[in-house]
């Protein structure tokens, strides 16, 4: 369960402050795929950095579970970003001299997995995500972008964390693609138990996750619930 | 894979960069290492000449040398006042006397004075006349050679001029002492048959041998030693001194101790130190041993400069990895760890070819360091610079070990050069590690 109270972030720009998120409350229950839409510079990413920890708040709360991580100190904010979320980023970020193997098995080394244990998970996680153990050998520059994306979804399910945050996760992929990185997404909602929040401007993204809203200038302006069949993932 | 191989495998992320970073460490830990080689190869040589000359300085009254020369005598107060100067670690007094076979001895010369005695002689030099009847006159007539009476405050090879002094039988006299007992050499107790225990005259009084020394060397067999305040009874010479020999604490030393000396005694001493003329010696060496040590240090700033420069450059490059692995986990010590490794990859790799390069180019590079520091020395001596006699042999040799200066070539080198990476590595990582530090984990975001 993710929840959130209040949150707002306020920026100092030269031409003065800046209220990129203002006043946000929301819900997103255990295992439900959320989208976040909003226009360019209606404060998405900035929301999505404050949920992984990546940027801390102005005021508000933020609670994973039983919680609320605007209260952690530095190391408990990387044991958070460590074990309880994951991230999918729209330019995967990689890192480009690590296989794509290594790339899964990166998080796992931050939070003391075994050696072999990491490997095995790593390599059950990328079948899962449809690479096959020819492509997992692959550096990310030989592997194409649906490719690269499964890969960094796999990196996100490392540690098996309760909350998948993807910032416009289909953005640098074709429409067919994105399509099925989408059901992929939303096949690991189910399956895996994870709450997964993706920012995307992709309208059609959208109607295919269980909750949608909408920001615009910093504040929720909207929340629509979905309610259709779940279907099952496609490889890319 | 851990932490530290990750930044291994990062060195070579970009292999024209990592061989061109490669190149430039190792010139700048070659240079290193060559100018630590010359340093330590020219500090040995400094320490070697300097212990050559020792850390004693002779002090004889002005314008007196042995038997020659005239002035006025020192005194035992003017040693005393010595003693306690700065940097004084010993003093030790003699007062030489000549005995004249026959008139002031019952002791026979064990030299003959041969064609150099005669020569002296006609010189004007120190020899005695002959015994009556046995002259002959000019260069050619004969006499005997006075035998020398080393009065000394301390029996020690120096008293009679040797290197060595070993006693063939009897003991050394005990030379803080007032008695009528001597030490004589193996020559002069043969030409005398004398045994430990026999007694010889000096002047009026009868001295009991204590002691035969051989000191390794004719003349100095041919001597008497004894303490210091019987000659000077003896001879008629009471609380005066020949010659003194002064120890410096240390022989860094000698110098400062000189000065204070010749501060103390004024005119009325001549005070030599072989480390004054050894100095002049030395001064190419010491010019080699600064070029070693500036260069040596240059070298070292230019490794951590590149090295800086590089790492600097490599995070500013990677900030959105660095947000990353912040992001999904990553501590900043692990950060940090990651890209130290990689400097000290592409460093110890620097080091390697570095090293290679420096041992191959130590000898040509030091025979280059001495051949501009001697043409440097002989420009600037001069035709009017410089000593003669004991500082040329001096300056003598010191041009000539100057000119056999060879890099001595050690595991310890080995070892420098690699700490010398390690430093450079470190030293040039510590900033781009601060900024690793700040990166905020939120610069993943970026351009999102």
């Known amino acids: ?236 | 894979m851990s932490t530290i191989v990750r930044g291994v495998r990062n060195a070579f992320r970009n292999t024209i960069r990592t061989g061109g970073v490669t190149v430039i460490l190792a010139l700048s830990i070659g240079l290193a290492l060559v100018m630590l080689l010359s340093l330590k190869t020219v500090q040995a040589r400094i320490q070697t000449v300097k212990q050559s000359i020792g850390n004693t300085i002779s002090v004889s009254p002005a314008g007196a040398r042995g038997f020659d020369g005239g002035g006025e005598p020192l005194t035992q107060t003017d040693l005393d006042a010595v003693k306690s100067l700065p940097h004084v670690s010993g003093v030790v007094a003699s007062l030489n006397d000549r005995l004249t076979p026959i008139t002031d001895t019952s002791l026979a010369s064990a030299i003959d004075p041969g064609t150099l005695g005669n020569r002296f002689r006609s010189r004007g030099g120190d020899a005695a006349p002959a015994p009556a009847g046995n002259s002959s006159g000019g260069a050619t007539r004969t006499f005997t050679i006075p035998i020398m009476v080393s009065g000394v405050g301390q029996v020690t090879a120096a008293a009679v001029n040797a290197t060595s002094l070993k006693f063939t039988s009897g003991s050394a006299v005990d030379a803080s002492g007032k008695a009528n007992v001597a030490d004589i050499g193996t020559e002069l107790a043969t030409k005398n048959n004398l045994k430990v225990g026999s007694t010889f005259t000096y002047g009026t009084t009868t001295v009991t041998v204590s002691g035969i020394f051989d000191a390794g060397n004719k003349f100095a067999n041919a001597g008497v030693i004894m303490p210091i305040a019987t000659v000077q009874t003896l001879s008629a010479q009471p609380g005066q001194i020949s010659t003194a020999t002064i120890t410096a604490d240390d022989i860094t030393n000698v110098p400062a101790a000189v000065t204070a000396i010749k501060a103390k005694l004024g005119t009325k001493a001549d005070v030599v130190s072989q480390q004054d003329t050894a100095t002049n010696a030395i001064a190419p060496l010491e010019n080699i041993k600064t070029v070693s040590l500036y260069s040596l240090i240059g070298a070292l700033t230019a490794g951590a400069v590149i090295t800086f420069l590089t790492m600097l450059m490599i995070v500013r490059e990677r900030r959105r990895e660095i947000g990353v692995l912040k992001a999904i986990g990553a501590s900043n010590v692990k950060i940090v760890v990651q890209f130290v490794a990689e400097a000290v990859t592409l460093t110890s790799m620097g080091a390697v070819v570095g090293v290679i390069g420096g041992l191959l180019l130590s000898n040509p590079v030091l025979k280059l360091l001495v051949t501009t520091s001697t043409s440097t020395s002989t420009t600037g001596a001069g035709p009017g610079g410089g000593g003669r006699g004991f500082a040329r042999i001096i300056g003598g040799f010191g041009g000539q070990s100057l000119q056999n200066l060879q890099a001595v070539i050690g595991y310890d080198i080995l070892l420098y050069g690699l700490l010398a990476a390690l430093i450079i590595a470190v030293v040039g990582s510590a900033l781009p590690a601060w900024l690793i530090a700040k990166v905020r984990p939120a610069e993943v975001m970026r351009g999102e």
């Open chain 1, 1 to 236: 369960m993710l929840i959130v109270e209040n949150l707002s972030k306020e920026f100092n720009s030269g031409a003065g402050p800046v209220q990129a998120v203002d006043s946000i409350s929301f819900e997103v229950p255990e295992g439900k795929f959320a989208a976040i839409i909003g226009k360019s510079g209606s404060g998405k990413s900035t929301l999505l950095a404050l949920l992984g920890a990546l940027d801390k708040p102005t005021s508000g709360a933020i609670k994973v579970g039983d919680q609320d991580i605007t209260k952690l100190g530095d190391q408990d904010l990387i044991k958070y970003r460590r074990n309880r979320i994951g991230f999918v980023f729209q330019g995967y970020n990689l890192v480009p001299n690590l296989t794509a193997l290594e790339n899964v098995m990166l998080p796992m080394e931050f939070a003391g997995v075994r050696g072999a244990e990491r490997k095995a998970r790593a390599a059950s996680l990328l079948d899962q995500v449809g690479i096959t153990v020819e492509e997992q050998s692959r550096k990310p520059s030989r592997l194409s972008g649906g490719q690269q994306q499964r890969v960094a979804i796999a990196r996100a399910l490392a540690n098996r964390p309760q909350l998948i945050l993807a910032d416009e996760p289909t953005g640098n992929l074709d429409s067919t693609t994105g399509k099925l990185i989408v059901d992929l997404l939303r096949h690991l909602a189910r399956t895996e138990k994870t709450t997964i929040l993706a920012v995307t401007h992709d309208l059609e993204i959208a109607r295919q996750t269980d909750l949608t809203f909408r920001l615009a200038d910093g504040k929720l302006v909207g929340e629509e619930r979905h309610a259709r069949a779940q279907r099952p993932a496609v490889a890319a």
